[in-house]
């Protein structure tokens, strides 16, 4: 037997995926009958993976954001921790959309990746990251930084180096290894056809060219420094980008920001069309439309770790409220059990004192004993998928039991405490708060309207090139007013003369008497420390707000932050180190301390998550003030603002459109197919 077992060993080559198993198996025997096959012996239970060249997996990721101690000031130096030992796993053909909490480190996340930061990242992987602010530049054009980026993605010398190496180590015994080299070669032809085929100027031109024209990027605008564009231009010249090179993984972060519904339209078709090769696309977006339209997959990043959900935004969102739900049953059901069982405890207890039988007595001390072992290690009886939990599968210690509470703890503790302790522990975690709470406002204008604008106009330069002209409108309380239209036709400087930061060149600009109005333009989060702090200071959000409103009291203060969301330790930290949203909420909050009785918003939504947009709309919809808004947020718009009260801002001209957004949108996907 010995002998056979050996040969059998031998025959198994060390790259076989069970070779390990079979040689576990033969040192446990002893020599003696080999027990072979189930679960972990090379039976079904070995996941055995196989090379695949457009496949990314990594395990153990791990991710901290470090902090700069003379940024943001005593005590909150080190590093946060964004990922612990996670699993990162990308698929081609997929679109996975990556939905989390501002703050988390979704962008953090993103740039790491691009940037080849992720320890165990295969380097062949060629990949564009689309970050949520593009910056403009003074020396580069949009065909500039088209021509500039291909020269940088072309050099393929490296990519293919690398793979030639995977090609040689490939054993030539394996089962798949005729597909294997095949994948391969195949993936080396491609880079060397591609590298070849684009090496005249003309043609790198012409691609350069299209891929402008395609995202709506205006042939007057290629040879403009990107510095004078809009960012929704800028935005629109990174996706150009994506769609000229067709990398191997695509990152989006946030890519709808400051655009039209045209170019998101486009933005649709690029994405459908990576999503037929082998292309892999990573989403952070506040759209749900988008998300529930595009995404195969989500993954859920929270608690440090990486959630991976099949499906859509509205599939994650339907799984998620099942699970909690289900911990919330088995808690409540934990707890009954658990109060039952320390009521039996107890009457034991109760009934030892009172006999004076040492037998008996001893009989039941015994009893109690066992019991309260049973206690302790009772706990959630099944996992996160439904199943029951097991010794193999799960551990012998079960969640919510006070086992599974650290020892040094359990020592400092009483047996009650412990059982409130693990109370605590199996409830569902709560997420931090992502509420957008507005005060009520007074009404003294009945029916007198608040903003009148009569054949007003206005344009940077001659009178003969205005951004709009003879435009009319009257808002009146209570008013939910949306604008809407395609960039740079002056939806944001026609809120800005709303909101009396410019003045009309022409025209009759009326406002009532003593109305507050209170404006979140589309830049308030990015220009924020630029606009309020003084460079090298410490400014906390709380600092912040009690030097702005010095007749405020910090509990005000504390608590206008905490109706937008900023916990206390939010309010406490250094400006320079909120997210993006983070720095939203703080401006919201800022504006409302000014109690205003109308609110002009222009894109609030960019630097939000989706839950946060959810929450904002729920707010929004409670407050008894008016409101004026643009977005590219559909369902932003088409949940806060009235469908009899939605504008176009077209060829210098604002006109009503019946049926708001949602009919809006169908003229745009006609036109875009007229195109």
């Known amino acids: 037997m010995d002998d056979v077992s050996e040969a059998q060993h031998l025959s198994l080559d060390a790259s076989n995926c069970y070779s390990s198993a079979w040689a576990n198996a033969v040192a446990t025997a002893g020599g003696e009958y080999v027990s072979w096959g189930g679960r972990g012996k090379g039976g079904r239970g070995v996941n055995r993976r196989t090379f695949q060249p457009h496949d990314i997996i990594v395990d153990s990721v791990s991710l901290e954001f470090a902090n700069d101690t003379s940024v943001t000031g005593a005590g909150r130096g080190g590093s946060t921790t964004l990922l612990e030992e996670a699993y990162l796993k990308l698929l081609p053909s997929k679109v996975y959309a990556l939905v989390g909490r501002n703050g988390v480190g979704k962008s953090v996340f993103l740039k790491r990746i691009a940037a080849q930061k992720i320890p165990g990242l295969s380097p062949h992987i ?108 800028r935005k629109k010249i990174a996706l150009a980008c994506v769609l000229m090179e067709m990398p191997q993984l695509i990152l989006l972060d946030e890519p709808t920001n400051h655009m039209d519904f045209f170019s998101i339209c486009r933005l649709r078709q690029l994405i459908t069309t990576c999503s037929d090769t082998k292309t892999t696309i990573v989403l952070v977006s506040h759209d749900v439309d988008l998300l529930n339209d595009v995404a195969t997959d989500v993954i859920h990043f929270h608690d440090h770790k990486l959630d991976y959900y099949s499906g859509n935004y509205d599939e994650y969102k ?184 410019i003045t009309p060149l022409h025209g009759t600009f009326h406002r009532a008497n003593g109305l507050n109005i209170g404006y979140f333009h589309q830049h308030s989060a990015d220009n924020f420390i630029s606009e ?44 320079r180190f909120l997210s993006g949203g983070e720095r939203t909420r703080l401006s919201m909050a800022t504006m409302m301390l000014e109690d205003p009785q109308l609110l002009i918003i222009d894109e609030i939504s960019n630097h939000l998550d989706s839950e946060s947009v959810e929450a904002l709309i729920y707010g929004l919809n ?54």
């Open 532 to 575: 309020n702090i003084v460079s090298d200071s410490i400014v906390t959000a709380l600092s912040f707000l009690q030097k702005k409103f010095p007749s405020k009291t910090e509990q005000d203060i504390r608590g206008e932050l905490t109706r937008f969301g900023l916990s206390p330790k939010q309010a406490g930290t250094n400006v």
């Open 126 to 233: 060629k990949s564009y990251l689309v970050p949520q602010e593009v910056f403009g530049h003074e020396d580069l054009s949009p065909m500039n930084i088209l021509l500039n980026h291909h020269e940088q993605m072309k050099d393929l010398s490296l990519v293919i180096a690398h793979l030639e190496k995977e090609l040689d180590l490939l054993d030539e015994t394996a089962e798949d290894y005729a597909e294997r080299v095949e994948e391969i070669c195949n993936r080396i032809s491609e880079l060397e056809d591609g590298s070849a085929n684009e090496n005249s100027e003309s043609e790198r031109t012409r691609k350069a060219r299209e891929a402008l024209l395609f995202f709506g990027v205006d042939e007057s605008s290629f040879d403009i420094p990107t510095i004078k564009l809009s960012g929704g231009v």
């Open 318 to 501: 339907r799984v998620r409220r099942e699970r909690v739900t289900c911990q919330l049953k088995q808690a409540k059901t934990l707890e009954t059990q658990r109060s039952a069982m320390a009521e039996s405890i107890d009457n034991m207890k109760k009934k030892a004192t009172s006999t004076d039988n040492r037998s008996a007595k001893k009989k039941i001390n015994k009893a109690i004993a066992s019991k309260t072992k049973k206690l302790e290690r009772h706990g959630i009886e099944k996992n996160e998928k439904g199943h029951r939990r097991t010794l193999q599968n799960d551990g012998g210690i079960r969640i919510g039991s006070i086992n599974a509470i650290d020892a040094s703890t359990r020592n400092q503790l009483t047996h009650k405490q412990l059982l409130k302790r693990a109370e605590v522990d199996i409830s569902p975690i709560p997420d931090k708060a992502v509420q957008f709470d507005f005060r009520d406002t007074s009404s003294t204008w009945c029916d007198e309207p608040l903003v009148s604008l009569l054949d007003v106009g206005f344009g940077y330069g001659a009178d003969d090139n205005l951004l709009f002209d003879c435009v009319e409108i009257s808002i009146r309380e209570k008013s939910r007013v949306t604008i809407i239209g395609e960039n740079a036709t002056g939806k944001s400087t026609l809120l800005s003369l709303i909101a009396g930061i």
């Open 622 to 675: 409670k407050w008894n003030g008016t409101i004026i808004m643009t977005s590219h947020d559909t369902n932003l718009l088409r949940s806060v603002g009235d469908p009899n009260e939605c504008y176009v801002l077209f060829d210098g001209m604002l006109r009503r459109i019946e049926g708001g957004i949602d009919r809006y949108l169908q003229i745009a996907f006609t036109t875009l197919k007229q195109r």
